[in-house]
Nanobody, 123 residues
């Protein structure tokens, strides 16, 4: 499965962006998906996860209440709506497909990764 992340860009603090992650095809099993991010000089960190059917979601405390993850399985697309962005949200955002159907926060639980899209939030 190939993943293509898009939607990043430059935005002022308090603004919004919506990231998209398009999969080249549906996986052979029912997989959860997630978003991660990596700021310059820092390790990749988990941001949000969504289960196969989209009924379960989980968020890092740093984005809870501001970001919303969703997916459209008919179109093989996952989204991350980001509101009230802060300068500390600046990072390259990556989407990934989990090995499992539920939500998971561990980087090692993900097996397919997109190329990343840069989000820059100015103060």
């Amino acid at each position: 499965v190939q993943l293509q992340a898009s939607g990043g860009g430059l935005v002022q603090a308090g603004g919004s962006l919506r990231l998209s992650c398009a999969a080249s095809r549906r996986t052979n099993s029912n997989n959860g998906m997630g978003w991660f991010r990596q700021a310059s000089g820092k390790e990749r960190e988990w941001v949000a996860s969504i289960s196969w059917r989209g009924g379960d979601t989980n968020y890092a405390d740093s984005v809870k209440g501001r970001f919303t993850i969703s997916r459209d399985n008919a179109k093989n697309i996952m989204y991350l709506q980001m509101n009230n962005l802060k300068p500390e949200d600046t990072a390259v955002y990556y989407c990934a497909v989990s090995r499992y159907s539920g939500v998971t926060t561990h980087l090692d639980s993900y097996r397919h990764w997109g190329q990343g899209t840069l989000v820059t939030v100015s103060s």
